[in-house]
């Protein structure tokens, strides 16, 4: 589903906050970007998503080219964004924000699904207030229902659980792994979270200076040998 090799990207002209960056996911998995702050793992989400270039290197998304697409071209084609900070429209309704999440996208209905307010149903309850009443949690939810209303193919998650209470931080979680279940959704989580990576993740992936220097399959093993946690979060 998702190949990306060798990408060189950074915010200002021949820097490198992706170095060599290359990373493949297949359809349905659930896979975890880890590493410490400024490895480069929102600047990857970020070119993924359209609002950084490369400078080198090739991203494909089921088999076409993202470097160089427009972010509602790459949404179009099947790629939804929860970005850090969740970038929820205060002044607007619950309602408004999630059909924010139906713009753009021709053929699809602009009616509210009601298995959107199914996922987390405190959003029904509150479906006409303004979204800047809410808590950071219910923000959250918000954001993930708004990016999950169009259906996407393959799910971005920059840090959903960041100054969020822990029952919701497990709602979460458990939503997002049924959905990645019995729907076969594509999920890429960037998430210092561990308890949240170790219940969701099928594979982990560790960052350092930009790009993938160790990876596993054996997610459950972190629990009893954390070294490769230690070794690549540690501060």
């Known amino acids: 589903m998702l190949k990306v090799e060798n990408v060189i990207a950074g915010y200002l002209a021949g ?4 170095d060599g960056f290359s990373i493949e996911i297949k359809k349905g998995e659930v896979v975890a970007l880890l590493g410490r702050n400024g490895m480069g793992k929102t600047t990857f989400l970020k070119a993924l998503m359209g609002h950084v270039g490369i400078s080198q290197g090739s991203m494909l998304f089921d088999g076409q080219e993202l470097a160089g697409k427009k972010p509602y071209e790459i949404a179009r084609m ?3 964004y929860v970005p850090q900070g969740r970038d929820i429209f205060s002044d607007f309704t ?3 924000n999630l059909r924010m999440g139906l713009l753009g996208h021709p053929g699809k209905s602009k009616e509210i699904p009601d298995w959107a307010f199914d996922l987390f149903p405190i959003l029904r309850e509150r479906r006409t207030q303004r979204a800047g009443s809410f808590s950071g949690g219910q923000q959250q939810q918000l954001a993930i229902v708004r990016a999950l209303i169009a259906k996407p193919k393959l799910l971005l998650l920059d840090e959903p659980s960041e100054g969020i209470q822990p029952s919701i931080v497990q709602d979460i979680g458990r939503v997002l792994s049924d ?3 019995e729907q076969g ?3 890429l989580l960037v998430e210092q979270n561990m308890e949240l990576v170790l219940g969701m993740a099928q594979r982990c992936l560790f960052m350092e200076n930009g790009r993938v220097v160790y990876e596993t399959d054996e997610v459950q093993a972190l629990r009893d040998d954390p070294a490769p946690i230690h070794k690549y979060l540690a501060v």
């Not at 820097?15 to 992706?18: A, Q």
């Open 179 to 181: 959905i990645a279940k």
């Open 94 to 96: 619950v309602e408004e």
């Open 15 to 18: 820097s490198r906050v992706l």
């Open 185 to 187: 959704l594509t999920i």
């Open 78 to 80: 099947g790629m939804g």
